[in-house]
């Protein structure tokens, strides 16, 4: 069964910078693309996760959401089993819960192509 599971994350002076982190298990981690999505508290029923980025399975490729290209960075150690997400010059507007997700079908921004979740962790960035 795969599991997946965020960490990393709390609370940031706007400006500032974090890195979260997920874990993938019980699977083969080299054939899922890894995503994250966010999602802002309060929110729930509005949208659907909003789409952050996304690492190919080798590494080599990434794509991001409008909002955060040029900010945030995507990176994976396959040796390791974990991909990372580094979030630079943080705006309020980037608080939100953030998912990691994992899928065999690699290059979509959609949630529904991504088959596995984590619980998610939050990022609170302060004014």
């Known amino acids: 069964q795969v599991q997946v599971v965020e960490s990393g994350g709390g609370l940031v002076q706007a400006g500032g910078s974090t890195r979260l982190s997920c874990a993938v298990s019980g699977g083969t981690f080299d054939r899922y693309t890894i995503a994250w999505f966010r999602q802002t508290p309060g929110k729930e029923h509005e949208k659907e996760h909003e789409?952050?980025?996304?690492?190919?399975?080798?590494?080599?490729?990434?794509f991001y959401g409008d909002s955060v290209r040029g900010r945030f960075t995507i990176s994976r150690d396959n040796a390791k089993n974990t991909v990372y997400l580094q979030l630079n010059s943080l705006k309020p507007d980037d608080t939100a819960h953030y998912y990691c997700?994992?899928?065999?079908?690699?290059?979509?921004?959609?949630?529904?192509?991504?088959?596995?979740w984590g619980q998610g962790t939050r990022v609170t960035v302060s004014s």
């Open positions: 997700a994992a899928g065999v079908n690699g290059g979509s921004r959609t949630p529904a192509s991504y088959n596995y």
């Open positions: 789409f952050v980025g996304a690492v190919s399975r080798t590494g080599m490729s990434t």
